[in-house]
């Protein structure tokens, strides 16, 4: 089904007077709405048809413009390559580090453990049982008893070496 306005509009589409009585008219035709296309997103792709033969000079500079972006490129992948080895390398670095800290840890563990273990003999063997024991049994020696044991004053003998000194003072002045 095709509305009269649909034909006016393509057959006067130039009149100047149609297109201002169109969009500032008051009342609306029951023509539908005229179709304005929505602008399309720029993707940074541009697409150039075909024109004009370039001249040598720009298809030099063109060649070295894309040769300087390959480079470019090629340089940032470099770095890249190289940023994510230098990574793992300093991963693996750090891992074998915490390897041998372990290692360590359990080395020292085990000795830590040995010491406990050994000073504990050692001090069940140098106990005052254990020697009395030996002293008895091995060597055949006997417990002192009261009797024998002498008490010395050492007060006597305190005065003694102090009047001695004391001589030997007089003598080398």
Known sequence: MTNTGDF???SVAGDVNVAIDKYFS??????????EPEDKPDYGIKVKGIGRRKSKKELVREQREAAARAAVILVTA????????????TMAKKHELTKQIESAE??????????????????SL?????????AVNK??????S????????????????????????????
């Open 106 to 123: 359990r080395t020292l563990s085990t000795s830590q453990s040995e010491y406990v273990r050994m000073s504990t003999k050692l001090d």
């Open 146 to 173: 009261n009797s024998q044991i002498r008490y010395i004053d050492v007060s006597q003998y305190k005065e003694e070496r102090e009047a001695a000194a004391a001589r030997l003072l007089k003598e080398n002045k």
């Open 139 to 144: 060597l055949g020696m006997c417990k002192v």
């Open 126 to 134: 140098v106990s005052m049982s254990m020697i009395d024991e030996y």
């Open 78 to 89: 470099v770095l890249v390559v190289a940023m994510v080895a230098g990574a793992l390398s």
């Open 26 to 35: 008051a009342s609306r035709s029951s023509a539908a709405p005229e179709y």
């Open 8 to 10: 006016r509009r393509y």
